[in-house]
C-alpha cells in the first residue's frame, strides 16, 4: 500500500513539474542602454530555453557585452567581454529546435550557432527585423527561436544603431561597448 501511494505521490509530482515547465519564463537583462525583458518558451524550445536559464542563473551573461550589431538584422551577445576576449560556456551544445513554430521576427530571440545546426551554447541574438530566412525550411535548419522581448524594443533599437567597426578579427562591434549589467530570471515565484 505505501508503495503505491508513493508511486501516485511521484506521478502527480511529475505531472505538476511538468505543467510548470511549459509555463513562459521571464528574463531580465540589465544593460548598459536599459532594460530588455524577454519572455521565453520552454513548451515550444524546452532544450534552448533550459540551457539559456541556466546560463542566465549561472550568471553567465553579467558582465559581457553585445559583442555583433547589425543595423537592420539583429544584435548578439553571450560571448565575449569588452576586450573581445571569450568567455566559454560551460554546457553543452543544444539540439536545434528550429522546428517548433517559432519564426525569426522581429523581437525573436534565437540560439546562435555554427554552421553546425546543432552547436548552439550560450550565444544568443535578438532579431530587430523580420528575418525569415533565418527560418527552417527545405535544405536550411534554421536558427531556434526559444523567446521573445516584451519589453525594452527601444533598447534594442538604441543598440541597433550604435556605431560599429573591427576589432581585431570580429566586425560589427560596437564602438563603444554596451554591456549586459546582470541577467535574472524574474516574475516565476
Known amino acids: 500500500m505505501k508503495h503505491t501511494i508513493f508511486a501516485i505521490f511521484l506521478a502527480l509530482t511529475t505531472l505538476f513539474v511538468q505543467a510548470d515547465d511549459s509555463k513562459p519564463v521571464q528574463v531580465l537583462f540589465n544593460t548598459d ?8 518558451y520552454p513548451d515550444k524550445a524546452p532544450k534552448s530555453v533550459a540551457n539559456f536559464s541556466n546560463y ?5 551573461y553579467d558582465g559581457l557585452v553585445f559583442h555583433r550589431v547589425i543595423k ?22 543544444v539540439r536545434n529546435e528550429s522546428y517548433n513554430g517559432l519564426k525569426n521576427v522581429r523581437g525573436s530571440v534565437a540560439m546562435a550557432r555554427t554552421s553546425d545546426p546543432d552547436s548552439a551554447m550560450a550565444q544568443f541574438f535578438i532579431n530587430s527585423v523580420d528575418n525569415s530566412f533565418l527560418d527552417r525550411n527545405g535544405q536550411n535548419a534554421g536558427y531556434a527561436v526559444f523567446g521573445k522581448v516584451i519589453e525594452g524594443m527601444d533598447v534594442v533599437d538604441k543598440i541597433s544603431n550604435v556605431p560599429t567597426g573591427q576589432v581585431g578579427p570580429f566586425g560589427d562591434v560596437p564602438r563603444k561597448p554596451i554591456h549586459i549589467i546582470s541577467a535574472q530570471i524574474i516574475g516565476n515565484e
Open 33 to 40: 542602454m536599459g532594460d530588455i525583458k524577454l519572455e521565453l
Open 72 to 93: 537592420g538584422f539583429m544584435i548578439q551577445a553571450g560571448g565575449f567581454n569588452e576586450y573581445m576576449s571569450p568567455r566559454e560556456p560551460s554546457g553543452r551544445p
Open 56 to 60: 542566465v542563473n549561472a550568471k553567465h
